[in-house]
T-cell receptor, first 112, second 116 residues
Framework: ETGVTQSPTHLIKTRGQQVTLRCSSQSGHNTVSWYQQALGQGPQFIFQYYREEENGRGNFPPRFSGLQFPNYSSELNVNALELDDSALYLC???????????FGEGSRLTVL | AQSVTQLGSHVSVSEGALVLLRCNYSSSVPPYLFWYVQYPNQGLQLLLKYTSAATLVKGINGFEAEFKKSETSFHLTKPSAHMSDAAEYFCAVSDHGSGNTGKLIFGQGTTLQVKP
């Protein structure tokens, strides 16, 4: 067990709505990354947070935003949901900025 | 920019047979390479990683991979497949060349089927 927990595990939203996904990092990990995995595809990097600051971002529009809290837990927020946002969203934490990534089991978002 | 290509979206082997999953990469800097496994409805688990040390890397569950710079390859092998190896496998390269060590670039994945 990796110790990275995500919630909710499944959720359904409608187009135009907003969603917040949550991640609790493994104890002692100060860096968290978020990935989007569409069905049948490999994960794609959304962004990374280190000590509450975003320090890397992939090719995702600004309606994808995040937060990291002092206890190193994290949120992914997506505004104005589109059908193509339907995917498995994976959170991964690491003990240092270049350490091994430990992934959670993901939150599966369906946008109708 | 880094990229990864996994050759073959589906691979089927018989139990006990050799497993070979192919991965080719493109990188402008010496790459860090990874293989992850994903079981249904689960997250990703690291099998092994290459970070410029030994070119033959041994991982968990009997898997290993060899880094071949001349071929820009990092193929994953296991001498004898087990039914429990059936899963999705992803090859990934780290985008550390840009200083962004948190960003992994994944291939499309290969589904491994193991037949009894």
């Amino acid at each position: 067990e990796t110790g990275v927990t995500q919630s909710p595990t499944h959720l359904i939203k409608t187009r135009g709505q907003q969603v917040t996904l949550r991640c609790s990092s493994q104890s002692g990990h100060n860096t968290v990354s978020w990935y989007q995995q569409a069905l049948g595809q490999g994960p794609q990097f959304i962004f990374q947070y280190y000590r509450e600051e975003e320090n890397g971002r992939g090719n995702f529009p600004p309606r994808f935003s995040g937060l990291q809290f002092p206890n190193y837990s994290s949120e992914l927020n997506v505004n104005a949901l589109e059908l193509d946002d339907s995917a498995l969203y994976l959170c991964a934490s690491r003990p240092t900025s270049d350490g091994e990534l430990f992934f959670g089991e993901g939150s599966r978002l369906t946008v109708l | 920019a880094q990229s990864v290509t996994q050759l073959g979206s589906h691979v089927s082997v018989s139990e006990g047979a050799l497993v070979l999953l192919r991965c080719n990469y493109s990188s402008s800097v010496p790459p860090y390479l990874f293989w992850y496994v994903q079981y249904p409805n689960q997250g990703l688990q690291l099998l092994l990683k290459y970070t410029s040390a030994a070119t033959l890397v041994k991982g968990i569950n009997g898997f290993e991979a060899e880094f071949k710079k001349s071929e820009t390859s990092f193929h994953l092998t296991k001498p004898s497949a087990h039914m429990s190896d059936a899963a999705e496998y992803f090859c990934a390269v780290s985008d550390h060349g840009s200083g962004n060590t948190g960003k992994l670039i994944f291939g499309q994945g290969t589904t491994l089927q193991v037949k009894p």
